[in-house]
């Protein structure tokens, strides 16, 4: 019998057993298809504590600690790059709201965003269109490779003896002997604990150990741009409208910021949907209208977890105190994976966490 078994090999369920490995457990994590195949290696890559929901603060800063450090945890600088965030307000109604928003954090005691003039982003970002009146800005926050991070973390937790089952999807879980007997189609996996990792599909498993949870699946879309001159540095969007903007190093310029494609009937494939990627296109001229013509050479889309409130699953399952949960990041979970690996271990290993978690209880659904 194993010590752990986590469901799920995307950078929530790598993070956990690389910290879980550090910490001297043995364990197994039992992955569909393979690291980052979804929503772990397929989004924007945003490392951002700005614009976080207020539960998600303290840990997108404590997160934000170790990403400056992520070459030490996984040998790998997982294309991290720091930059600032800016988030342009087009109305007296947006700014307003930034400002109260920015206020809010200070009195809170964290002070990693401000509100800045429309000249203050200009000397900042020279080229883009001013037709704003202000904006939220969030220096040393940045952007990293989605799919090489989740690997990094999947190779370094490999390295320390976790055993990864890959290709294995999980039909049953119960309980047997003080433990967990899980079931796939190659093998069965007796453990002492069980991680539930599964990211959209973190319901299917919630449900099977008495606590289920009203995940939906989305499909939040990307695409790139050829390769152009460098005109930005910093990660750009509006406080009204969806967008995410970043230019990488090598030129190319990558869009995101919330448009959906279409998640098929099983739930387990998703396709992009073309008008979608057109509005996205049009947000981006709306700051940078020199941009037209620039060819999109691809786009793509991930299944993602999203839950009713829009903030993660991250606790102990209240009806097996040897049960824990980790899903449902809604878009906001690839910069939180260093920190979040980190709570689960230490829920694991000692009962309880350091971190406020709270507000993540899956106990809000049932």
């Not at 992955?31 to 195949?37: H, T």
């Not at 001013?130 to 040393?140: K, L, R």
């Not at 990864?164 to 007796?190: A, C, M, N, Y």
């Not at 947000?283 to 941009?291: D, E």
Request: with cysteine; aromatic share 8%.
């Amino acid at each position: 019998m194993t010590d752990v078994c986590i469901i799920g090999a995307g950078i929530q369920g790598c993070s956990t057993a690389l910290a879980l490995a550090k910490a001297g457990a043995d364990v197994v994590v039992i992955e569909r298809e393979y690291p980052g195949k979804q929503s772990s290696g397929l989004n924007a890559g945003g490392v951002r504590r700005m614009g976080r929901d207020a539960p998600e603060v303290p840990l997108a800063v404590a997160s934000h600690e170790r990403w400056l450090n992520i070459e030490q945890i996984v040998d790998d600088d997982c294309g991290f790059v720091v930059c600032a965030n800016i988030s342009v307000a087009e109305t007296e109604d947006e700014l307003a709201a930034a400002r109260q928003h920015v206020s809010d954090l200070h009195t809170r005691g964290y002070d990693h965003e401000q509100v800045i003039s429309v000249d203050d982003v200009l000397e900042l970002e020279p080229r883009i269109a001013p037709d704003f009146i202000g904006a939220i800005y969030c220096p040393g926050d940045g952007f990293a490779s989605p799919f090489r991070t989740t690997h990094a973390y999947f190779k370094k937790a490999r390295s320390l003896g976790v055993t990864f089952h890959l290709g294995e999807e999980v039909g049953s879980v119960h309980p047997k002997q003080g433990g967990w007997f899980i079931k796939t189609e190659q093998r069965d996996v007796q453990a002492k604990k069980l991680v539930n990792c599964a990211g959209a599909w973190g319901n299917h498993i919630a449900e099977q150990v008495g606590a289920p949870a009203p995940v939906r699946k989305e499909a939040p879309m990307m695409m790139i741009t050829a390769r152009t001159e460098t005109f930005m540095t910093s990660v750009l969007g509006f406080e009204g409208r969806r967008l995410s903007l970043k230019q990488r190093t090598n030129g190319s310029v990558l869009i995101g910021g919330g448009y959906r494609g279409l998640v098929n009937s099983a739930g387990l494939r998703s396709n992009i949907d073309i008008d979608g990627l057109r509005q996205n296109a049009k947000v981006v001229l709306r700051l940078y209208p020199f941009l037209e013509g620039l060819p999109i050479i691809r786009a793509w889309s991930g299944v993602e977890g999203m839950m009713p409130d829009g903030i993660p699953i991250i606790s102990r399952c209240c009806e097996n105190e040897n049960v824990y949960h980790a899903f449902g990041f809604s878009s906001h979970g690839f910069q939180l994976g260093p920190i979040v690996g980190e709570i689960m271990s230490e829920l694991v290993t000692d009962g309880t966490t350091r971190h406020p978690i709270e507000a993540f209880d899956i106990r809000r659904f049932l």
